[in-house]
């Protein structure tokens, strides 16, 4: 992809804000790291309060002022680390460059090898869970 070192992480299985932690603090060490597998990023909590949650939030702003409220997983998912970021900064949009997030696996990043965030696994969750694409689709994501 680029010449430069790019780490390739795999969000399948991983909790959206302890993942999103991790990569906003690698972001600002200066890592170039892109996202694969977006939809599969694990939401905890119960579905119906979290969906509830999104579709009020829609109705905040207005249209063409802000904010801006997307429904694409890799969008919401790159939101979620822009929020952890300090983005205002010149060193937080600088490092918010340096993100890429992706539905699926291009296939320029298939061999690729790819890495997980131990520390993000959602193998310890008792609670009960859902992925990001199914939050999207029930704001009205109309993609695979």
Request: aromatic letters at 6%; hydrophobic letters at 40%.
């Amino acid at each position: 992809m680029e010449t430069q070192q790019v780490t390739v992480i795999n969000a399948e299985g991983l909790i959206l804000g302890r993942m999103a932690s991790v990569i906003a603090k690698r972001l600002l060490r200066g890592e170039n790291i892109v996202i694969v597998n977006a939809e599969k990023a694990i939401i905890s909590g119960k579905r119906k309060s979290k969906v509830r949650e999104a579709k009020e939030f829609l109705e905040v702003g207005a249209v063409g002022q802000g904010p801006i409220h997307y429904r694409k997983p890799d969008r919401i998912l790159r939101r979620t680390i822009r929020g952890m970021l300090p983005h205002k900064q010149p060193k937080g949009k600088q490092a918010y460059r340096r993100l890429k997030v992706f539905i699926g696996i291009p296939d320029e990043l298939r061999n690729y090898k790819m890495e997980t965030i131990e520390e993000a696994q959602a193998k310890k969750l008792t609670c009960p869970y859902f992925t990001l694409g199914e939050l999207a689709k029930e704001i009205g994501w109309e993609g695979e």
